[in-house]
């Protein structure tokens, strides 16, 4: 069992950076692909950022990469979502999410457990 707490969002200009955390509960994080989604308003989740627990290799949706940097830091069961250059449709609920997958997979049907998601909105 995995629970997932996201922080870090809030309301930003266009242009500007935020950096998206999540903590993890659970002795085996380490083993966990992890993930971050968004849902905008009227909109399917959908695919941000992953990286894999086994290989720690990395993986974008075309919206965001060269933007957006994940990371993850086993010792603190930790996971981040760096966001920079961040334009209005940027703005969503950012949920971070737990495959116990060993690949890298952008289908959310693939993650078994879910944070509360937190809110980043992005002016004009």
């Known amino acids: 069992q995995v629970q997932l707490v996201e922080s870090g969002g809030g309301l930003v200009q266009a242009g500007g950076s935020l950096r998206l955390s999540c903590a993890a509960s659970?002795?085996?994080?380490?083993?966990?692909?992890m993930g971050w989604f968004r849902q905008a308003p009227g909109k399917e989740r959908e695919f941000v950022a992953v990286?894999?627990?086994?290989?720690?290799?990395?993986d974008y949706s075309d919206s965001v990469r060269g933007r957006f940097t994940i990371s993850r830091d086993n010792a603190k069961n930790t996971v981040s979502l760096q966001m920079n250059s961040l334009k209005p449709e940027d703005t969503a609920v950012y949920y971070c999410?737990?495959?116990?997958?060993?690949?890298?997979?952008?289908?959310?049907?693939?993650?078994?457990?879910w944070g509360q998601g937190t809110q980043v909105t992005v002016s004009s």
């Open positions: 659970g002795r085996t994080f380490s083993r966990y692909t």
């Open positions: 990286v894999n627990w086994a290989t720690d290799s990395t």
């Open positions: 999410a737990a495959s116990n997958q060993p690949v890298n997979t952008p289908s959310a049907s693939q993650y078994d457990y």
